[in-house]
């Protein structure tokens, strides 16, 4: 799918379909009125007879109107202008796409005029971002596995926004928004491939591959280098599997030597059980989505690489699986952790952040600007935040706001939650410095956060629990990509952009 953007009135545009927006009172947007004009008042008269209703949702398509270039022109309904905001147009753009039809290969979409509502307007650059993603997440779709792939069209061949003068945010905006879907359907293909495929191993293998192709510097480290580290913690969580685990750092170099790097530190758990502390058999399968935090580190390098970003950005991916074998860690064992704290391990299925307190101490030698940690971490938080918001930890308020502040950018929300020293009672072990989870029922999510809060005194730092938003179940099962756009937004605004 190619992106363009062009400088024409909607009845002047040569394409197969040329795609304007109506609100729900009946206002035209100025492409559907200069078309309308054209045709003396076809568009009008749609409205005026009822099938055009301005709809949110509702999509109509007229064809071979009077004095207009396009054989085609779909009025999308764009709701109440009042109610008009950037998920709205969102919607609007995946109804424009979805209704178009297979017949259209060359779609011509009026967006930027799909303005409204109250507030601040979002630039241009970043409509056309999300104009870009929405289009490309519209068609997306995981078929590679399957021996007959979907028949279904992938949309059209090519998408061109239209423009009203020539804008160069629009185009800088549209560049973007191809690297941050590339980026994002990495994320997302990763996250779909199942347990057998997608092993610690495979992603090994595809840190070096995104290494050649976008000239990354790659370590993949193996158990006997694990073990070198003294990563016991880490260790642990593999002792039931057959699968070697995988310590993979990807390092970024856009900016200069001296300048300290964003660590994104994702967790990579390619297929979870719980271990001795064995999860319900419903809905198991969906256990393979527990690799999206790293999943989604390597979304967000690739895009930032694309981008060419000046910042300097390492990835440090834990990857393993977490069985249950005769070998397999059982509660009340107690591990070492890289920083030399101790750990009882109370409940196996807490293993995420058994993998990921060695990574964020890991994470010191490269004297970070900040860490962000980000994890398919805890049943908690999707209670708390359901599948919306992004659960977001940080004792640091600057930092904090600022990834809030792009998480808005960026139309991936997150919702900051509290990580204090009050919940940190919940750790107390008689046995070792700490347990690896707090009283049942009790903020489980927090205290996850607390535990990780451990091993990050020595810089700046945040965590991301994305159990709610890294996958989808049901009908809609797969991937969604989350939180790769706000990340590239964090870093985009690291860059000064």
Same mark, same amino acid.
């Given at each position: 799918?190619?992106?363009?953007?062009?400088?024409?009135?909607?009845?002047?545009?040569?394409?197969?379909?040329?795609?304007?927006?109506?609100?729900?009172?009946?206002?035209?947007?100025?492409?559907? %009125? #200069?078309?309308?004009? &054209?045709? $003396?008042?076809?568009?009008? +008269? @749609?409205?005026?007879?009822?099938?055009?209703? =301005? !709809?949110?949702?509702?999509?109509?398509?007229?064809?071979?109107?009077?004095?207009?270039?396009?054989?085609?022109?779909?009025?999308?309904?764009?709701?109440?202008?009042?109610?008009?905001?950037?998920?709205?147009?969102?919607?609007?753009?995946?109804?424009?796409? %979805? #209704?178009?039809?297979? &017949?259209? $290969?060359?779609?011509?979409? +009026? @967006?930027?005029?799909?303005?409204?509502?109250? =507030? !601040?307007?979002?630039?241009?650059?970043?409509?056309?971002?999300?104009?870009?993603?929405?289009?490309?997440?519209?068609?997306?779709?995981?078929?590679?596995?399957?021996?007959?792939?979907?028949?279904?069209?992938?949309?059209?061949?090519?998408?061109?926004?239209?423009?009203?003068?020539?804008? &160069?945010?629009?185009?800088?905006?549209?560049?973007?928004?191809?690297?941050?879907?590339?980026?994002?359907?990495?994320?997302?293909?990763?996250?779909?491939?199942?347990?057998?495929?997608?092993?610690?191993?495979?992603?090994?293998?595809?840190?070096?591959?995104?290494?050649?192709?976008?000239?990354?510097?790659?370590?993949?480290?193996?158990?006997?280098?694990?073990?070198?580290?003294?990563?016991?913690?880490?260790?642990?969580?593999?002792?039931?599997?057959?699968?070697?685990?995988?310590?993979?750092?990807?390092?970024?170099?856009?900016?200069?030597?001296?300048?300290?790097?964003?660590?994104?530190?994702?967790?990579?758990?390619?297929?979870?059980?719980?271990?001795?502390?064995?999860?319900?058999?419903?809905?198991?399968?969906?256990?393979?989505?527990?690799?999206?935090?790293?999943?989604?580190?390597?979304?967000?390098?690739?895009?930032?690489?694309?981008?060419?970003?000046?910042?300097?950005?390492?990835?440090?991916?834990?990857?393993?699986?977490?069985?249950?074998?005769?070998?397999?860690?059982?509660?009340?064992?107690?591990?070492?952790?890289?920083?030399?704290?101790?750990?009882?391990?109370?409940?196996?299925?807490?293993?995420?952040?058994?993998?990921?307190?060695?990574?964020?101490?890991?994470?010191?030698?490269?004297?970070?600007?900040?860490?962000?940690?980000?994890?398919?971490?805890?049943?908690?938080?999707?209670?708390?935040?359901?599948?919306?918001?992004?659960?977001?930890?940080?004792?640091?308020?600057?930092?904090?706001?600022?990834?809030?502040?792009?998480?808005?950018?960026?139309?991936?929300?997150?919702?900051?939650?509290?990580?204090?020293?009050?919940?940190?009672?919940?750790?107390?072990?008689?046995?070792?410095?700490?347990?690896?989870?707090?009283?049942?029922?009790?903020?489980?999510?927090?205290?996850?956060?607390?535990?990780?809060?451990?091993?990050?005194?020595?810089?700046?730092?945040?965590?991301?629990?994305?159990?709610?938003?890294?996958?989808?179940?049901?009908?809609?099962?797969?991937?969604?990509?989350?939180?790769?756009?706000?990340?590239?937004?964090?870093?985009?605004?690291?860059?000064?952009?």
């Amino acid at each position: 799918m190619e992106f363009i953007t062009k400088v024409a009135a909607g009845d002047a545009i040569k394409a197969d379909c040329v795609t304007v927006g109506v609100f729900a009172d009946g206002e035209m947007t100025p492409s559907a %009125k #200069a078309i309308d004009a &054209a045709s $003396k008042g076809v568009i009008k +008269a @749609a409205i005026k007879s009822g099938d055009v209703t =301005g !709809k949110k949702g509702s999509a109509v398509m007229l064809r071979q109107l009077a004095n207009v270039a396009a054989p085609r022109v779909l009025v999308v309904g764009l709701g109440k202008r009042e109610e008009f905001s950037q998920r709205a147009f969102g919607e609007a753009v995946r109804t424009a796409i %979805k #209704a178009a039809g297979p &017949a259209v $290969k060359d779609l011509a979409i +009026a @967006a930027l005029e799909w303005t409204g509502g109250k =507030g !601040k307007a979002a630039r241009h650059d970043a409509l056309a971002r999300l104009f870009v993603t929405t289009a490309r997440e519209t068609v997306f779709r995981t078929d590679e596995l399957k021996s007959k792939k979907d028949d279904e069209p992938k949309g059209p061949a090519s998408i061109t926004l239209l423009a009203h003068a020539k804008d &160069a945010q629009v185009e800088q905006g549209i560049k973007q928004g191809v690297a941050l879907a590339n980026g994002s359907e990495l994320t997302k293909r990763l996250g779909n491939l199942p347990g057998n495929v997608c092993t610690p191993s495979f992603l090994g293998a595809q840190a070096e591959k995104l290494g050649k192709e976008f000239k990354l510097q790659v370590e993949v480290f193996d158990r006997k280098g694990i073990e070198k580290l003294g990563m016991d913690s880490f260790l642990s969580v593999t002792n039931g599997s057959a699968q070697p685990p995988r310590l993979i750092v990807m390092h970024y170099k856009g900016a200069a030597k001296t300048a300290a790097p964003v660590v994104l530190v994702g967790k990579g758990i390619t297929f979870d059980t719980g271990g001795v502390s064995l999860k319900p058999g419903a809905n198991m399968d969906e256990m393979k989505y527990d690799m999206c935090g790293a999943a989604s580190v390597f979304g967000t390098l690739r895009a930032v690489a694309e981008m060419k970003l000046p910042v300097n950005v390492v990835g440090i991916l834990v990857a393993c699986e977490n069985m249950l074998s005769g070998t397999a860690t059982k509660p009340g064992d107690i591990f070492t952790s890289m920083s030399g704290q101790t750990i009882e391990v109370l409940n196996t299925d807490a293993e995420g952040r058994l993998i990921l307190c060695d990574a964020l101490t890991y994470a010191e030698r490269f004297k970070p600007a900040a860490v962000i940690d980000i994890a398919t971490l805890t049943g908690a938080c999707v209670v708390a935040l359901g599948d919306v918001h992004t659960g977001l930890f940080s004792p640091d308020d600057e930092l904090a706001d600022e990834l809030l502040a792009a998480s808005r950018a960026a139309f991936d929300p997150a919702w900051r939650m509290p990580v204090e020293d009050a919940y940190q009672d919940q750790l107390k072990s008689n046995f070792a410095d700490m347990a690896n989870i707090g009283a049942p029922g009790k903020a489980g999510a927090v205290v996850a956060a607390c535990f990780l809060a451990r091993f990050t005194k020595a810089y700046r730092w945040a965590h991301l629990d994305i159990a709610g938003t890294a996958w989808k179940s049901g009908a809609a099962k797969g991937a969604t990509g989350r939180p790769v756009p706000l990340l590239t937004q964090f870093l985009m605004g690291r860059a000064g952009g």
